[in-house]
């Protein structure tokens, strides 16, 4: 089972900082994740989200420059006055962290930085330490980005292609909610990079994608003749009995009959899915009885040991 590192190592230091990458680079994770969205002058950055405000201390060093929402937009902002913010621990709409016992809210100078650069990052590094850790990037909300003006996917791979990322077998995997891009992305892009489509709840409105339908038997055949892999939310692939033990959904199963893999998200010690008091047992259910092939985690160490 692959490790993932979800963030980077973010179960210990602040998500997408390049000290949480090196950390998971150093703690044995065989990819590391990058969420990428773009800037106003189309640059793309590594965040997880498409606001600001509860990872850096943008309503600081920029007041009056949210939109009539509250939130804080990457897309409204140059690279330039990107690199000037503080990255810290998340926090909620009210400030306080959202895992309190993770690394402190202590204005650390963690600065954001571009795709491109956490690349170089990742290569330095697999040289430095003789180690071949891949790479797992994120496009965020291309639909979002298309309405404010800006192809991400277009800029994301051309990024990759500049990075040497070309053939299938190249150690990444490109992931996005959006169903309709990633087959644009092989259909139109001719894309030969390894694609892992990610299935969310329709709850989140997190793209257009019917995630319901995505889950059935059809839905997976159809989305499988374009991509490598799945990830599914945790609680979609494993789930509480009515005596509370942990057994498979079928999704897993649906996925690997289809001759795809299952890379879940997102398994962390102090949020641990319905079903589970451990993390080990967790891992192990993963492993042993769904036998994925990947799993995204905040915590590598745990994961490897
Ligand atoms: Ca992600």
Known sequence: MKVI???????????????????AHAMGADYLEQDVV??????????????????????????????EDGRYYVIDFDLAEL?????????????????????????EPFAPHTFSEELSFVRGLNKSTGRDVGVYPEIKRPAFHKSEGVDITSLFLDVLSDQGYTQASDPIFVQCFDAAELKRIYDDFNCELKLVQLIGDNAWQESDTDYDALRSATGIEEVAAYVDGFGPWIRQVVEPDKDGRPVSTGLAERIQAVGCEVHPYTLRRDDLPPGFSRFDDAARFLREELKVEAVFTDFPDLIRA
């Open 38 to 67: 773009a800037t106003r002058d189309e640059e793309l950055i590594v965040l997880h989200d498409i606001h600001l405000d509860r990872v850096t201390d943008v309503s600081e060093q920029y007041p009056g420059r949210a939109r």
């Open 83 to 107: 690199r000037k913010l503080r990255v810290h621990e998340r926090v909620d709409a009210a400030g306080a962290a959202v895992y309190p016992g993770r690394y402190p809210l202590t204005g």
């Open 5 to 23: 590192a979800h963030r980077g190592a973010s179960g210990y230091l602040p998500e997408h900082t390049l000290p949480a990458k090196a950390l």
